[in-house]
């Protein structure tokens, strides 16, 4: 059973920055797809960022390009998620997630249903 456990969240001020980790269990991040997505009160659950396991460039959602880059440690069994320039609207739980879809499309790796585990979430709050 992969358990993936997130942190790093906190309260930031506006144009502030936050590294989030994800540490998983098992020798997940090298053999698995590895993802960012973050669920703010109300709305559903948006994709963030991913990497493929077998590496390569990163996929990122539009909201997030240029803020966010997500990295991996093998070694150290970790994902990570830099978050810079953070606005209010990146308020949200954010939720590492692990998977091994195949290449589907344009929306390779951007849905939830393409993973299999998920960690509890950190909370990131950016006030104004």
């Not at 609207?89 to 589907?104: L, Q, W």
Request: hydrophobic share 30%.
């Amino acid at each position: 059973q992969v358990q993936l456990v997130e942190s790093g969240g906190g309260l930031v001020q506006a144009g502030g920055s936050l590294r989030l980790s994800c540490v998983a269990s098992e020798r997940t991040v090298s053999s698995y797809n590895m993802g960012w997505f973050r669920q703010a009160p109300g709305k559903e659950r948006e994709f963030v960022a991913a990497s493929h396991w077998s590496g390569g460039s990163p996929y990122y959602a539009d909201s997030v390009k240029g803020r966010f880059t997500i990295s991996r440690d093998n070694a150290k069994n970790t994902v990570y998620l830099q978050i810079n320039s953070l606005k209010p609207e990146d308020t949200a739980v954010y939720y590492c997630a692990a998977g091994t879809a195949y290449y589907s499309g344009s929306d390779y790796l951007r849905t939830p249903d393409e993973y299999d585990y998920w960690g509890q979430g950190t909370q990131v709050t950016v006030s104004s």
